[in-house]
């Protein structure tokens, strides 16, 4: 939960790390897919960003250069990142890691999407 107990005065900065992360995904997939018609916006995701973390450095981010959104956050997170309590999570699952698995893959569908299909 990104706010333990209900305080939303107190943000679990692990966990917070983890949703960014996972939005991206989505947020990649959808942009990426060959639907015509895409649920997210790469510049509404960069807003977010810039506001949540109270910066305006992912404005000056080129359009779907998710590598350089990654870059952004992990500078924002990197005092949690390896004492990050879902490290294991987060370090099994690095792109260079599953480069393979990536290549190989043909659908990707999201946990909370079972009846989307993307394709890489």
């Given at each position: 939960m990104a706010h333990p107990n209900n305080k939303t005065q107190y943000?679990?900065?692990?966990?917070?790390?983890i949703c960014l992360i996972a939005k991206?995904?989505?947020?990649?997939l959808?942009?990426?897919s060959e639907k015509e018609d895409k649920f997210y916006d790469f510049?509404?995701?960069k807003f977010v960003l810039n506001t949540g973390l109270e910066t305006e450095d992912?404005?000056?981010?080129?359009?779907?250069?998710?590598?350089?959104?990654?870059?952004?956050?992990d500078y924002y997170y990197i005092d949690n990142i390896n004492n990050n309590k879902y490290y294991k999570l987060i370090n099994d699952n690095k792109l260079d890691r599953?480069?393979?698995?990536?290549?190989?893959?043909i659908d990707f569908?999201?946990?909370a999407e079972e009846q989307t299909d993307y394709r890489v």
């Open positions: 943000a679990d900065k692990d966990f917070q790390y991206l995904t989505k947020i990649y959808d942009l990426t510049d509404d995701y992912f404005s000056s981010i080129s359009f779907l250069d998710f590598a350089s959104i990654i870059d952004k956050i599953n480069q393979q698995y990536l290549e190989n893959s569908k999201m946990v």
